[in-house]
């Protein structure tokens, strides 16, 4: 199970056995001479994707939003809409909105699906039936190896399945364990994502 966990100089990537996958330590381009990145919230979307609160008050006011595609971030500032470069918490919903709570206010970012990079759908991937009430099929568009990686993550970026590729091109996914709600089933290829789907669970 890989986990993300924010920290005073950036984020660290961790897997299931407590490993190093990596670091991130400059998510967010501060102007310089600072460059420490202290994260005070971070989420995973319906996609998959990273979203952290960055907020500096040493030497300079600055802070925001950014997200991470699998291989880069972007970052998002006052000046992009935000309500305020104090960061306090980041929650996404079930619609798959990143609401941002600032000191000085609240912003909702929508349809964060438009700017999904078309290199992490290497893999097609759909599921059926979707909804899901007992189990759900998950239909590949190509073989996957061992190397690939298929996991379920509820709204909140949380992983409750972690499933190893058979070789085949499909896969059972049981609803046991899994509450009422939006999932993602995302599909990693030595630490990068390469395809994903939504599946709803009744």
């Known amino acids: 199970?890989?986990?993300w966990i924010g920290t005073a100089s950036g984020i660290t990537v961790l897997d299931g056995s407590n490993n190093v996958l990596e670091h991130h330590t400059r998510p967010f381009q501060l102007p310089p001479p600072d460059t420490l990145n202290p994260v005070t919230d971070l989420v995973l979307d319906a996609n998959g994707r990273a979203w952290a609160g960055v907020y500096v008050d040493y030497l300079v006011t600055e802070g925001g939003v950014s997200h991470y595609d699998g291989s880069m971030w972007d970052q998002l500032e006052t000046s992009d809409g935000l309500a305020g470069p104090n960061v306090r918490r980041l929650s996404v919903s079930p619609e798959n909105n990143i609401w941002v709570a600032t000191?000085?206010?609240?912003?909702?970012?929508?349809?964060?699906n438009i700017s999904v990079p078309?290199?992490?759908?290497?893999?097609q991937l759909r599921a059926f039936p979707n909804p899901l009430t007992t189990h759900s099929r998950?239909?590949?568009?190509?073989?996957?190896?061992s190397a690939h990686r298929i996991e379920v993550l509820d709204v909140y970026g949380r992983v409750h399945?972690?499933?190893q590729a058979t070789g085949a091109r499909e896969l059972v996914l049981d609803r046991e364990g899994?509450?009422?709600?939006l999932y993602l089933v995302r599909v990693s290829e030595?630490?990068?994502?390469v395809g994903s789907v939504r599946v709803v669970v009744e």
């Not at 000191?103 to 964060?112: A, D, M, P, Y």
């Not at 078309?118 to 893999?123: G, I």
């Open 1 to 3: 199970t890989e986990r």
């Open 103 to 112: 000191s000085t206010g609240l912003t909702v970012i929508r349809n964060v």
């Open 118 to 123: 078309e290199l992490t759908a290497q893999v």
């Open 138 to 145: 998950l239909l590949f568009s190509e073989t996957l190896s």
């Open 161 to 163: 399945r972690s499933l």
């Open 178 to 181: 899994l509450a009422s709600g």
């Open 190 to 193: 030595q630490g990068r994502n």
